[in-house]
Nanobody
Framework: QVQLVESGGGLVQPGGSLRLSCAAP????????MGWYRQAPGKQRELVAD???????NYADSVKGRFAISRDNAKRTVYLQMDSLKPEDTAVYYC?????????WGQGTQVTVSS
């Protein structure tokens, strides 16, 4: 079973920063986009940000100006730098990889923003 390797979640105070990373194994070919979704308790999963293989990025309005997504194609890794975190950013964050064949999901990493 193909697994995406996520890391970087944790507990941070409001205004703090975290960096998430997600590596895709070499068994996933023809990747078109990589990104992050999140799901807070009682809410639907939502797109946070994604980046295509051409470097085009897309952000949820709620994180624009605070989060930055980047991608290292050689390492097959996507990063999400999260600054100025707010309590409403608290959620499980899921890595998402879209290839021409199918979509892959990570197991999720918890991000908690609390004082």
């Amino acid at each position: 079973q193909v697994q995406l390797v996520e890391s970087g979640g944790g507990l941070v105070q409001p205004g703090g920063s975290l960096r998430l990373s997600c590596a895709a194994p070499g068994t996933i070919s023809s990747i078109r986009a990589m990104g992050w979704y999140r799901q807070a308790p009682g809410k639907q999963r939502e797109l946070v940000a994604d980046v295509t293989s051409y470097g085009s990025t897309n952000y949820a309005d709620s994180v624009k100006g605070r989060f930055a997504i980047s991608r290292d194609n050689a390492k097959r890794t996507v990063y999400l730098q999260m600054d100025s975190l707010k309590p409403e950013d608290t959620a499980v964050y899921y890595c998402n990889v879209v290839s021409i064949f199918r979509t892959y999901w990570g197991q999720g990493t918890q991000v908690t923003v609390s004082s």
